[in-house]
């Protein structure tokens, strides 16, 4: 991020900074409730790195439900979505420069920002109180929210909690809520990092992200017992993902892929197909694959609103440079897969990503391309340990004839019917013609973790790929209507 420190100045007055509130938290603790800590433009300078297909440093967990109590639970209850903040360019903003006074005010004395990050939470993402991730004494941390408008059935507030004595069991402990504050817009909360506070999701009927940044300061920048922070996550390069080999001895073995074939399907044209095979790849070569695609970040998509069928509404993906992924070890063996069900032998990648998918997600039936194109996906499964009530299915299905009851007038008013359902099981691969209108379902809510899906899609040749790689580069761009037709 390239901070301006004039960049989200206010260009008109704006309410002056204000603290509304100052909390007993328990424990000898203090919490201050500071409203109108941002402007608006601020806020929305740093909220717009969250909608804009910003690239964040999400910690990918697998289901830690089943981890809590077993030594492997140190990342539940954190927001499952956060981005390190360049906190010297943070410090030159205007921002900065006009709540800075305020903090020290309250806290009588000097700070010195040590670490930042945004963090965002959605509906069903699984959090818990938890003592100050960075705690020391002398550090505090500032909260300060960035989404515009919150109500009050939102939910999403941030609560402070003390150990207190249980009934009839005094020499135990449980934990006792002591001040709640409601996620204003441009508010701000400071609170000693030490103590045990829990940001709650968003309520289930809020598509949206509850967005925030969360700031750690110290008092005391030269006591060396602190904690360190984390260091910068660097994702990999596209000449490093191009560097994948497998390890293993037998990477070379030449494959059946009849003995693999589990089942294949047909729509009622008797020329759209969809196939799935299991175990084309060993599962020391998924594990290694899916670790591989895990160095790289995965960029947030903002919720779609559209009632038009023909977006998958993924909020979650890492892409990858398509000529890199071609010099991997795992497109031998794909472009193998795409001969041998089609008789074909020159397609080639145009869109290469991780998709990730969780409970709270609706994503949408859509196909990959238009009823007049020839092109293949192949949906490779990567979660280990699924169970059927953990969900996670694909599901193919056909428009039905309009019969004048079942459907409606308007956008998204179109009847389907299920043709298959692909169950999830890892290293599974399901590959068919992509114009065949699908679905991903996301993990029922009692699977807290993430459905991990290599998503490949490709063109019969080269020039076709190119051809459809320019056209949806294009899509993204504002264009005008004029320009829309010409890029058709």
């Not at 010297?88 to 903090?103: E, I, Y």
């Not at 909360?189 to 598509?207: G, M, Q």
């Not at 892929?257 to 047909?266: D, G, P, T, W």
């Amino acid at each position: 991020m390239n901070d301006d420190q004039d960049m989200e100045k206010p260009d008109h007055d704006f309410e002056e900074i204000k603290i509304s509130r100052v909390l007993d938290i328990g424990d000898s603790h203090t919490a201050w409730v500071i409203d109108n800590a941002i402007s608006k433009e601020a806020a929305e300078f740093y909220s717009d790195t969250f909608d804009q297909l910003t690239q964040f440093r999400g910690y990918s967990y697998e289901n830690i439900m089943k981890n809590i109590g077993t030594g492997k639970d140190e990342k539940y209850g954190n927001a499952p979505w956060t981005k390190s903040l360049d906190i010297d360019n943070f410090q030159r903003t205007f921002a900065w420069k006009n709540l800075q006074p305020h903090v020290e005010k309250l806290l009588e004395n000097e700070v010195v920002m040590e670490y930042g990050q945004m963090e965002l939470l959605r509906a069903l993402d699984v959090v818990a109180p938890m003592r100050g991730r960075y705690c020391a004494s002398n550090r505090y941390a500032l909260t300060i929210y960035l989404t515009s408008q919150w109500n009050l059935n939102n939910y999403g507030q941030a609560s402070f909690y003390q150990k207190v004595p249980r009934q009839n069991e005094p020499n135990l402990t449980r934990l006792e809520i002591t001040q709640s504050v409601h996620p204003h817009a441009y508010r701000a909360i400071l609170w000693p990092s030490c103590h045990t506070v829990l940001f709650r999701a968003p309520c289930v009927n809020y598509i949206h992200r509850l967005k925030y940044l969360n700031l750690w300061i110290t008092t005391d920048p030269n006591n060396d017992e602190n904690p360190p922070f984390p260091a910068p996550f660097t994702p990999q390069s596209d000449e490093e993902f191009a560097d994948f080999h497998f390890t293993n001895f037998d990477a070379d073995r030449k494959i059946d892929f009849h003995q693999h074939l589990v089942r294949s399907f047909n729509d009622d044209s008797e020329d759209r197909t969809l196939h799935i095979f299991d175990d084309l790849f060993t599962t020391d070569e998924v594990r290694q694959w899916k670790s591989h695609l895990l160095k790289s970040l995965p960029r947030g998509n903002p919720y779609d609103t559209d009632q038009l069928e023909d977006h998958d509404n993924v909020q979650w993906i890492s892409a990858y440079d398509v000529e890199s992924f071609m010099k991997t070890d795992m497109w031998p063996r794909f472009l193998a897969l795409c001969e041998f069900v089609s008789n074909e032998t020159e397609w080639y990648p145009y869109d290469v990503a991780l998709n990730f998918v969780r409970s709270a997600d609706h994503t949408r039936i859509h196909p990959d391309s238009e009823p007049h194109q020839t092109e293949l996906t192949m949906v490779f499964y990567l979660n280990e340990g699924l169970v059927p009530s953990d969900y996670g299915e694909t599901t193919f299905v056909v428009l039905k004839e309009a019969d004048g009851v079942h459907e409606f007038i308007g956008q998204g008013g179109e009847v389907y019917e299920a043709i298959a359902t692909v169950t999830p099981k890892f290293g599974r691969i399901a590959i068919f013609r992509n114009n065949i209108e699908h679905s991903a379902h996301p993990p029922s809510t009692q699977f807290t973790g993430v459905r991990f899906t290599f998503a490949l899609k490709v063109s019969r040749t080269k020039h076709l790929s190119l051809v459809k790689r320019t056209y949806e580069m294009m899509e993204d761009l504002d264009l005008t209507h004029a320009q829309e037709q010409l890029n058709e």
